[in-house]
């Protein structure tokens, strides 16, 4: 190779690195088209070469162009995360069923897998709440509302159709004379109830912590001074009489029987049952005549009996139930009696006339307890549907719906307080519900095994609250601040049931081992 085509190769390697330009492509194609100047080229001069860098002004644009898009990405990010977070605080506050058929079956209504492996059922709602928060529902459960309005959204689009009529069943004379009654019978209770909560707010501080110290006292040395054999078969029921005198159980081989208390003697055993006991309760008014009935007692076979004193053989009958009765209760007044049935309806019977005067259902299962307020002017009732509702009995109204339970709630008691009730349910648990807001404020992890009983005993401003369980325990608490105070050992089998003497003296507890105990701090002597 010559030198001259060394040079030429050089030439055009340095004429090639001149023509490289460092700007947009749009800038150098302006600046490649436009003319050349005439006079520049007619005299063979070189041409001008234009710069394409850019000046400080459109560096500064182009560096807030980025910063722009950068900021637009972060806000972008923070949308997303608000966005979450209002979605989990949408789901933590979204009503859905707690039934796990019911989760279920709307999720195979939005075409969702029904269980996933290794999912339980409270992973399963909790999925189905996100799923609802995703579609945009605030609620899985059709309220009260939603049916007006859907009600409403029926009427305006069928305003040419025929509307349908609105039916009721109308209440009896007897009805409303007993509603006027209890009306006229639990104000004054609620007046005096007020009028000692008032008092108590006025003690000294002293006073009040003596008082509650007593009844810890007499918890706390509680012992296991007599255990009886109650019958052949299982006992699914205790109470004890108003006037701490008699003890009355029933068992599954349909006997209903009573002792003597505090020396556990039998004194009678009363037949007119051919199946299982659910429930044998004392009147309040049992012991001011012994010809009267001041007993009650229900079985599987839906018989409901009414008993006294003097005689072994039931002196009336509550027919009417096609069904199991699971537990029954007396009005504070004495003149009244609920009855909770399997046909998801409970029953309220005048026992002057010995007559059914109101037949209400409300529940989508079983009902299986029955609690009257302390005034006598709710009721509240238990299912196995996991429900509990609260009754105006002077308006017929459902005035509560308590859910919170997992599964069925089987024993319901108000508070001497008249604000507090208490449910204990077969998940272990017992919900403490506030009636003035509407809500569970304490739920009691009791037991390791479902609740079958809960009842408070003692006075409206010092008492406790007595649970029995399948673990074959029974055990009190303190009100209001619900700790376990005493834990009552030594039978061999499921506890059935818990009752406390109305001047607490005596705690008795009835078993599936065939015994019921007496706990008391006295010596039998």
């Known amino acids: 190779m010559s030198d001259s085509d060394d040079d030429e190769r050089v030439t055009k390697l340095n004429f090639k690195k001149d023509r490289i330009h460092f700007g947009s492509l749009e800038e150098s194609k302006t600046v490649l088209d436009a003319p050349a100047p005439k006079a520049a080229a007619e005299e063979g001069e070189p041409m001008v070469e234009f710069s394409t860098e850019k000046s400080d002004t459109e560096s500064d644009d182009s560096g807030e162009e980025d910063m722009s898009g950068v900021q637009t990405l972060v806000d972008e990010h923070q949308a997303e995360l608000w966005e979450e977070l209002a979605k989990k605080k949408a789901a933590r506050n979204i009503a859905v069923p707690t039934e796990d058929i019911r989760v279920k079956a709307m999720l195979r209504e939005m075409e969702e897998p029904i269980c996933l492996f290794g999912e339980g059922p409270y992973e399963r709602r909790e999925r189905l709440k996100q799923l609802l928060v995703a579609a945009g529902k605030l609620s899985g459960v059709t309220t009260h509302k939603d049916l007006v309005a859907e009600q409403e959204m029926q009427e305006d689009g069928d305003d040419g159709e025929e509307k349908p009529e609105v039916w009721y069943h109308e209440g009896t004379g007897s009805l409303k004379r007993a509603r006027f009654f209890i009306a006229e019978y639990s104000v004054p ?136 009765v699971a537990r029954l209760n007396y009005h504070p007044s004495g003149r009244f009696l609920g009855t909770a049935c399997y046909d998801h309806s409970w029953r309220f019977w005048d026992l002057e006339s010995s007559t059914e005067i109101l037949h209400q ?165």
């Open 361 to 525: 259902e409300g529940h989508s299962g079983p009902v299986y307890s029955i609690s009257f307020h302390r005034d006598g002017s709710l009721l509240a009732t238990g299912g196995l549907d996991s429900y509990c509702r609260v009754w105006d009995l002077r308006t017929g109204r459902a005035v509560l719906f308590l859910e919170g339970h997992l599964k069925s709630v089987l024993s319901c008691d108000f508070a001497p307080d008249g604000y507090h009730l208490g449910t204990g349910s077969e998940d272990n648990s017992c919900k403490i519900w506030d009636l003035r807001q509407h809500k569970s404020i304490y739920s009691i992890p009791a037991h390791n095994n479902m609740v079958t009983y809960c009842k408070f005993a003692g006075t409206p401003n010092n008492s406790m609250l007595l649970t029995a369980s399948y673990d074959s325990t029974a055990k009190v608490w303190s009100h209001k601040g619900w700790m376990p105070l005493k834990s009552l050992t030594g039978h061999d089998n499921k506890v059935m049931c818990v009752d406390c003497s109305w001047d607490k003296k005596y705690i008795v507890t009835a078993s599936y081992d065939r015994t019921f105990k007496l706990w008391t701090n006295k010596s039998i002597s």
């Open 189 to 324: 209770r609620s007046k005096k109830r007020l009028q000692l909560a008032r008092e108590w707010q006025g003690k000294p501080a002293t006073v009040k912590h003596s008082e509650k110290q007593d009844i810890h006292k007499f918890v706390h040395t509680l012992n296991n001074e007599c255990s009886q054999i109650g019958d052949t078969r299982p006992l699914s029921y205790c109470n004890i009489s108003p006037c701490s005198g008699y003890l009355a159980t029933g068992s599954w081989s349909g006997l209903v029987k009573l002792w003597r208390l505090p020396s556990c003697n039998p004194v009678a055993t009363l037949t007119g049952h051919n199946g299982r006991i659910g429930a044998v309760t004392f009147s309040p008014q049992a012991g001011l005549d012994d010809n009267v009935a001041c007993l009650s007692s229900c079985d599987s076979d839906g018989v409901v009996n009414l008993w006294s004193m003097s005689s072994t053989r039931p002196v009336a009958h509550l027919p009417g139930h096609g069904c199991r």
